[in-house]
Structure formats: C-alpha cells, structure tokens
C-alpha cells in the first residue's frame, strides 16, 4: 500500500483543518491506518487511527477536538482536525499496520510511511 498524505497548511489558534491519507495498491479495509505527528526536536507521536472494523482510538490531547473517518469507496482516510492549537504543530504523516488492536500507538508498528504533510497553527 502506497499512501499519500496531503490537507496541510498555516491556519490560526482555533482553525480548522482536513487532512487525507490516500491509498494506493492496496485496499485501506485490511488495515488499520494510523496518523502521527512530528514536531521539531520532539519523537513521532501517535494521534489517532482507524481500525479495518471501524474502531477508533485517539491520543489524549486531540481527543473532542479531531475526528478520524474513513471512505472506503475512495480508499481515504480524514483527520479533521477542529480547535487547533499552536501545539498542534507538526508534519503530520499516515502509515498502515496490521498489529493488534492494543499496540496500534506504536509507530514502530506501521509501514510503509507516506510522505508526510505540515500543519502550522499561529497563535
């Protein structure tokens, strides 16, 4: 599975942004596809995913405030984001893993990794 992630760009403190994750060569439906952040300086750190049954999991401090879906009839994957904040920023990446459903924040776990797409919130 090849994906592509795209969606990024500048918005202000309480903006709001749709990120995809677009899959080809493959069919998103027998993956999980995770979405993770990087800041500078900082690790990659898990922020949500969507399981191949339709579970959903986030990461504490997204959680009210972006939502994972997936369509399956356009293998994409969406992370809206809403309520953005300045700690938000990052390059946002998406990638697959087919490991249990308890180790899913472990970016470890997931490959290939798409290239990934910056998210800069302004205060």
């Known amino acids: 599975v090849q994906l592509q992630a795209s969606g990024g760009g500048l918005v202000q403190a309480g903006g709001s942004l749709t990120l995809s994750c677009a899959a080809s060569?493959?069919?998103?439906?027998?993956?999980?596809v995770g979405w993770f952040r990087q800041a500078p300086g900082n690790e990659r750190e898990f922020v949500s995913c969507?399981?191949?049954?339709?579970?959903?999991k986030y990461t504490e401090s997204v959680k009210g405030r972006f939502t994972i879906s997936r369509d399956a009839a356009k293998n994409t994957v969406f992370l809206q984001m809403n309520s953005l904040k300045p700690e938000d920023t990052a390059v946002y990446y998406c990638?697959?893993?087919?490991?249990?459903?308890?180790?899913?924040?472990?970016?470890?776990?997931?490959?290939?990794w798409g290239q990934g797409t910056l998210v800069t919130v302004s205060s």
């Open positions: 990638a697959t893993t087919r490991v249990v459903w308890g180790r899913v924040t472990e970016d470890n776990q997931y490959a290939p």
């Open positions: 060569g493959g069919l998103f439906r027998s993956y999980t």
């Open positions: 969507f399981s191949w049954d339709g579970k959903t």
